[in-house]
């Protein structure tokens, strides 16, 4: 049966643990639907029979510090599923709440009062607890999500219905992405949590505020946190960016050209800074082809190229911090 984790700090708290090893195969996905569920609100997955024999689910539940009223750190990793949020599982809810999701692998599409946002690995997006929404997790084979819930009384509500894909905001939307991942990183490593709890909350809300509707002269500015949001999916490009922010490639190659740049060095240039810290991380370093990989080439030598001619170094000389 599953354990509770050991607290490896005197402030940690530890989660709570569901995991559908806990029961016969066969009875997995039951398990997860009316128990596990239960930890976040009321929710309901939905999946294909055929597909339940082989379901696997795990969710660690963090509670944020100020206690239940606080809301709840949920990480989730499970099978691909879709997940329904309709009147009913509303009426039953204790507490109304935002979900802020940091997508950890697989994609999210978000679909909640008439619009649909996807979220991929490493963006962070807001829905609304209150609102029916269906979240569908089928375009990969698995999921591994971060969903803080976040009551309604910490964040105004100054922002248009609907999910918000909060790593877009061209001025907070890099820090909220870096406050999601410092507070889930220290979360699993049980160590106190008040203090990027409340710098978390403080930059979804200054990132939600204005949310869905961009100053009429700030299409450089999304177009910079276009390329910022999708920079290592690779072959994302000009038409894709156009599409995303609903404007024309035309445009954005004259709004570029305003600032003496253009898509594709502000693409490249976004990638090989990526690659620059990726090379220079502490810890357990990538290869070069993996760090290509990693932020948007499909071929390491042409990310060899670009990098040289940027940096003046090789990817391994830069690495070895010579020049």
């Known amino acids: 049966m599953t354990q509770h984790a050991a607290p490896v700090t005197e402030s940690a708290s530890p989660p709570r643990v569901w995991d559908t090893r806990d029961v016969a195969p066969g009875e997995a996905f039951d398990y997860y639907r009316e128990g596990i569920c239960a930890a976040f609100m009321p929710l309901r997955p939905e999946l294909g029979r055929e597909a339940r024999a082989t379901f696997r689910a795990g969710v660690h539940s963090h509670e944020m510090p100020g206690g239940e009223q606080a809301g709840a750190l949920n990480i989730v990793s499970a099978r691909s599923h879709s ?39 490493g963006e962070v997006g807001l829905f609304d607890s209150d609102a029916p929404f269906t979240l569908d997790h089928s ?29 877009d905001h061209p001025v907070y939307g890099a820090l909220c992405l870096e406050a999601a991942r410092a507070l889930t990183d220290t979360a699993q490593r049980q160590g106190p949590l008040a203090g990027l709890h409340a710098v978390f909350l403080k930059l979804v809300g200054l990132a939600a505020d204005d949310a869905g509707t961009p100053s009429p002269d700030g299409a450089t500015l999304r177009i910079h946190a276009a390329i910022r949001a999708n920079a290592a999916r690779p072959g994302w490009s000009l038409a894709d960016c156009a599409a995303e922010i609903g404007l024309s490639a035309r445009q954005i190659q004259r709004l570029l050209a305003a600032e003496d740049d253009g898509f594709a060095a502000a693409l490249s240039r976004e990638r090989l800074a990526r690659a620059a810290r990726l090379l220079r991380a502490p810890g357990r370093r990538l290869g070069i082809a993996d760090v290509a990989f990693a932020v948007g080439y499909s071929d390491p030598a042409p990310f060899a190229r670009a990098f040289r001619a940027a940096y003046g170094l090789s990817p391994g000389a830069w690495r070895r911090g010579e020049g």
């Open 139 to 167: 375009r990969r084979s698995g999921l591994r999500v971060a969903s803080l819930m976040v009551p309604k009384s910490a964040i105004p509500a100054r922002f248009a219905p609907g999910p918000h894909r909060l790593s």
């Open 83 to 121: 997940v329904l949020r309709t009147g009913a599982e509303i009426a039953s809810s204790p507490m109304p709440c935002w979900y802020v999701n940091l997508q950890l692998g697989g994609l999210c599409a978000i679909t909640q009062a008439g619009r649909t946002v996807a979220l991929h690995p």
